[in-house]
Structure formats: structure tokens, C-alpha cells
């Protein structure tokens, strides 16, 4: 029998003593022990009683033994069901009980913590899997089989659910099926060309769709090797780019990276591609890339909902500030938010997708996922952007960051850009507060450069001119730091919180 996803993935496998992951600390995995060792975990899954369908908790820190729970849940036919390990006791308990786990595998120092919440709401085991091959889940499974038949599942059959990363609302469960992550994985491997010979620096998280659907579905299709980090470290990133061809990043890799003496055309020589999605690149970002390495960025766009819809070429032209043109077999519109009617091009308006890479909706919210499609089955996105006269398209923003001031939309971006052009300025995000007058006060919170001496009037008097009078920022505000989730994403929500009470007498 065959596991739909699993056989994809696997199918063009090298040989078995062909590395697939290599750690920084010397474990090295091969496509053959990765078979085995996949194996013995679908086998005590298995044992454990998780049947087809079944959810598999997965909460513990970067390791391959990640991956390998993740291809068990595959060939077990359960559905795997990976969590942040930053999320506290609290969260932790909300995700547990939306997504009820057969099993729940942990970090063994979150073991005794976590305890009283799986009890309460009945989780029938929970194990424990150390980045170190330690744990009782590694311990067991060293007692089952390196075979196993893989249970039968087709392309409709569920093979994870990812929480969306809940910058927004509460975080919701998007249900991906073997189809979805196995035409993308195929999409995107093609599209970048990648290739056996192709070698990945991993140093992204493998509990989001980037570094684990993204980054490992593809490279396993490719038959690829990974150099799996634990986290982004610019020094270790530099010095494996002379083994490696590729690296998929979110834009702060780039930007950190660039802030090294070390990154040189030399440095680079041997990549052959870097890619960026999950937010924002700036266009500055992928010029200055360009400028001291000689490499364009390739940017892409995707979501945990869609898996990626849109990349610029590999070959012909990656155009800075956009993030490409739709993949193969995968359609983008853009549509008046208020109506659903199509938009021509240059007008900016929600993305709406439609192909084999959309999910098949939220966990356990059918009301929620019919109300997130078109009457002709395209997901609402959520984000805003526009796609030129050559079919590249701009994302402009989230329709839940625009800001409506006096009766005006504003998109922050515009407006981030203009500021980030500043001389001082190291990066800025503009939200809307509560405003008796406007409605929405459009309101820049800005990044300065160490040492810069720069302050709200000579920000205000810079852009005027440039920009139309409703759009410029009421207030400016300084801070250190903007808050970041694990992807890189400003979290403009926490920022409206800070700020609500600004425009209150
Ligand atoms: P997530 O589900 O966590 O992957 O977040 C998906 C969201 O990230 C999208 O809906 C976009 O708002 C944003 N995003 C992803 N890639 C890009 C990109 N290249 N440029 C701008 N925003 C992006």
C-alpha cells in the first residue's frame, strides 16, 4: 500500500547512503535512515494506537527526528499537527484541545509541565523527543522494526494541520491534504530547478509551512541534502555557503546577513539561489543583495492556508518589491474587497487563489472556511496587492493593516517605504489608531540607526510633499525594536495595542 505524500516524496530518492540531513553537532542522516528510522516511528505510533486520521501533537525543539515523526504521521496515515515550542502552558492547552491529539510528543523539560492540561483533556499519551535523540519517543522507538507497511492514503486524505500563525484572531487550524503539499512540493521543485545536486541551508523553524513545506518537502523531492540548524546564525550560515547552493529565508536573515564583513561575492560563489518569503522584502534589501554578492533574491509568496502561489523565475527577470507571478497551475485575481468583482490590472484590491495547493479548510470551522471562499471556489487571502501589465504582483499589505482615516485608504506600505528611505532610518511600520476625528490616525512607529539623531519633525517635514496630506503619519514614535513573530512578521496587532490610547485627550 502507499501513503500518497510519502511516496512522492520519497519516490526519487538517491541511493540510501546519500546524506539528506547533516547537523552542525555531526548527526548525519541518509535517505536509507531515514526510510528506517521513519519507520521504527510509524511502528510505535502504531503500537500507540494512533489510526488513520488521528492527530500526532508534535511540540519539541528543531531536530531531525522532527522530520522523521513528520514522515511516520505519513506513512501512518495520521495527521501530523506541529506546535511553536515558544508557546506557553496557556496557548499550548487552546491548541490541544481544538486539535484533540491521539498523541502529544514534547520537549522532556516540558514533560511535567504540560501533564495536568493533556490530562484534562484526555490526551491518551504523551511522549517526550530531546534535539539530542533523547526521550522516551527516540527510546521506544529503538525497540520497533525498520519496516513498515505504509497505510493507504490518497490525495484528499488529510496529512497535517498548521495553525495559521494568528497575527490576527485567534489562531485558526488549516487542514492540508496529501494532494495540496505534494503538487506544491512538485510546483516549486520544478519552478527553482532544484535538483539532486542541490544542497539547502535549513535554518528555519519545521513547525511552519516555510521550513517545513517549503523548504523539506521540496529538498526530499529533489533528493537534496540539508544542513539542518537549529536557529538563524549568520557566522554558521556564512561558513557552510561554500558547501551549499541554496537558502530559503525569511527578509531578516537578509538583512542580518548583510550586516556581516563576511558576505562577499566570494562568500557566495558556490550558492546558486537565495530565496525569501513569509514577509516583506524591501526592495533596498534585494538591491543591496544584488549589489555586494552579485545574486538577485528570488522572493515568493505563499501563506500557511495555500502553501506558495506566486515566485519570480529562476530564469528572466526577479523584480525587486514584487513577489512574482503566479506558479503553474495556480490562479491569482485581484478583486474589490466590497463587491468580489475582478479588478483590471495596477488596480490594487484582495488576492484571491485557486488551484491544487489551496487547503481544504479550518479545522472543525466549516461556517469560518465557506466564508473565506468565493461562490467560485477562490480562498480570500486577506492580503492586498496589485498585479502589473506583465502579470508580476505587488503585495501591499493586509486588508487588516489598512488604515481608513477620514474616510481615505491608506496602505501602510507606501508610507513605510517613503520612511525607510530616510537617512537614520533603519526600518518603520504604520498602523492605524483610534482617532475621535479620523476615525483611524495613521501613525508611524519608526526603527532608528544606531547613533542616528533623528526625530518626529524632521520625519513629518521629509515626507511632506511626497506623499498626499491624509496619508501622512499623525504622530511619530520612536522605539528600539519592532515585535517580531518566530517568521519574521511585524505584529502589528500587539503595536495597535500599545499605542490605542495615543490619540485619547
Ligand atoms: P503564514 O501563514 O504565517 O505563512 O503567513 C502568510 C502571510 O505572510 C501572507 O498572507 C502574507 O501576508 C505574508 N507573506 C508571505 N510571503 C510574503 C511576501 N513574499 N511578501 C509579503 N508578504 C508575504
Known sequence: MTSYLYERLTQTAPSDDKIVIETPNG???TYGDLRKESARFANLLVSLGVAPGDRVAVQIEKSPDAILVYLACLRTGAIF???????TTVETEYYLGDGRPTVFICDPAAFERILPVTASINVAHVETLGNDEDGSFARKAKCHSVDFDDVQRGPDDLAAILYTSGTTGRSKGAMLSHGNLASNAATLKDFWRLTSDD????????????????????????????HFLPGFNAELILSLMSRSTVLMGVPTFYTRLLQNAALTPTATSNMRMFISGSAPLWAETHQEWQARTGHQILERYGMTETNMNTSNPCE?????????????????????????????????GMLEVKGPNVFAGYWQMPEKTASEFSLDGFFMTGDLGRINERGY??????????????????????????IDALP?????????????????????????????????????????GRLAKFKLPKRVLFTDE????????????????????????
Open 424 to 464: 537614520g532610518v533603519a526600518e518603520s511600520a504604520v498602523i492605524g489608531v483610534p482617532h475621535a476625528d479620523f476615525g483611524e490616525g495613521v501613525t508611524a512607529i519608526v526603527v532608528p540607526k544606531k547613533g542616528a539623531s533623528i526625530d518626529e519633525a524632521r520625519v513629518l517635514s521629509a515626507l511632506q
Open 482 to 505: 519592532l515585535p517580531r513573530n518566530a517568521m519574521g512578521k511585524v505584529q502589528k496587532a500587539m503595536l495597535r495595542q500599545t499605542y490605542a490610547d495615543l490619540y485619547k485627550a
Open 199 to 226: 544542497i539547502l541551508i535549513h535554518a528555519l523553524p519545521v513547525y511552519h509551512t516555510h521550513g517545513l513545506f517549503v523548504a523539506v518537502n521540496t529538498m526530499l523531492m529533489a533528493g537534496g541534502s540539508m
Open 81 to 87: 499537527l506541529p506546535l511553536n515550542p515558544a508557546y
Open 393 to 418: 504582483i505587488h503585495i501591499v499589505g493586509r486588508a487588516k493593516d489598512l488604515v481608513i482615516t477620514g474616510g481615505f485608504n491608506v496602505y501602510p506600505i507606501e508610507i513605510e517605504s517613503e
Open 27 to 29: 548527526r548525519i542522516l
Open 316 to 348: 528572466g527577470d526577479r523584480i525587486a518589491g514584487t513577489v512574482g507571478i503566479p506558479l503553474p497551475g495556480i490562479s491569482v485575481r485581484v478583486v474589490d474587497p466590497e463587491t468580489g468583482v475582478a479588478l483590471p490590472p495596477g488596480e490594487v
